[in-house]
Structures are given as C-alpha cells and as structure tokens.
C-alpha cells in the first residue's frame, strides 16, 4: 500500500522540466556507456525492470509517456540495474546465478516439506526446507541489489540535473517505498521457514 501510495502520489507531481521516463532514459543511458541496452514498452503498471540477459530496459506505459516525479525515480533505478550489470557489481550476479535454481525450488520445496512431513519421511522434509532456504537467500541478495540500484539512480538524477533539491526528495520517496516491499518479502519468507523448521523440530508445540 504504501509504495501504491507514494508512487500515486508522485505519479501526480510534474517535474519541472516535464520529461517523462523515455526522455530520461535516453539523456542517461549513452553517457553512462549503455548503449547496448534497448528500451521496450511493457503492459502493466509497476512493472518497470531491466534484464541482464536480454540487456533490455522494460519501461510501463505510465513511466514512459508521464513526465512525473515518480517516472524519473522508477527509470533511474532500472538504469541502476543495468549499471550494476555494465560495471559487474557482484551481489546482481550473484542473484541472477541462483535465479533458475530459486524457480524450481519455490514449487519443488513445499511439495516435498509436505510430503516428507506428512509421511513422517524426516530426511525429505529437511530437504525442502534446504530447498526453501535458498528462496530465502535469494530474498536476502535482492536487498543489497535493490538498495544499491536506487543509490545509483538518485546520483544519475543529480549528475544529469533531472531533477531539483525537491523532487530529488520525491524520487526517494518513492523508491524508499518500494525497497519496502523487498523487505517485506524476505521477512515473508524467513516466516514461512520458521514455520517448517518448527513443523519438523515441534520447537513452540505445547504438549
Ligand atoms: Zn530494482
């Protein structure tokens, strides 16, 4: 809700010099040395990524035709994530290494916690909850990544004068807020972990 919020709200406020998200990303990206990231229209809203192996920017309707506060944060963040990609930055490819693994895990683990659970097959259960903790790994790694991928969009912001002192604040407004979401995810997840490592343990059961 609260990223929802801040994004709405910056969403509203123009920026001064009333360029939309296309406009800054093409007034970043050559300089920066990204010349081999291509832009490419996206359905959806908040749906805003880079991918490093396609070295494609996906930017959603509203980022790239709005000349918002909110289209500038989003916009500079996501070249964030193609410099950590251009430069090498090492949590990124760390991340993008366990990617497949991580994807197979999230429906193998749960499917085998159960299982092995309800069976009484402890071994097997154990192994899903490895499995599992890789999604949490996974959540964990993100948060470097996505921290940093905002530090270096609220630079990009500054160094190509997109934004004044105040809507520099906005922009980190609304990517403070998303970064909450990231949080939130990994704390989601450790939950779910505890829960099945109190499952097999019966650590908290009062009997
Ligand atoms: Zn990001």
Known sequence: MK??????????????????????????????????????????QLTD???????????????ANQPSVASLAIVA????HALQDNRGYAPLRLRGAIVPAVQVSAWVAPILFFIGFLLGATSLAWLGVILFAL?????????????????????????????DGRELQGAKAVLDAAALTYVAALAQTLATLLYYVSLLTGFGRRD
């Open 3 to 44: 990223v929802k919020s801040a994004y709405a709200k910056y969403t509203r406020v123009a920026n001064q010099r009333r360029l939309t998200g296309l406009d800054a990303a093409r007034i970043i990206l050559g300089p920066e040395g990204l010349d081999d990231v291509s832009i490419e229209g996206i359905p959806g």
């Open 49 to 63: 990524h880079y991918d490093p192996r396609t070295k494609k920017l996906g930017l959603s309707a509203g980022v």
């Open 77 to 80: 963040h996501e070249i964030g």
């Open 135 to 163: 999604g949490a790994g996974f959540a964990l790694i993100t948060l470097p990544v996505e921290f940093d991928a905002s530090r270096r969009g609220l630079r990009l912001l500054q160094t190509y004068r997109l934004t």
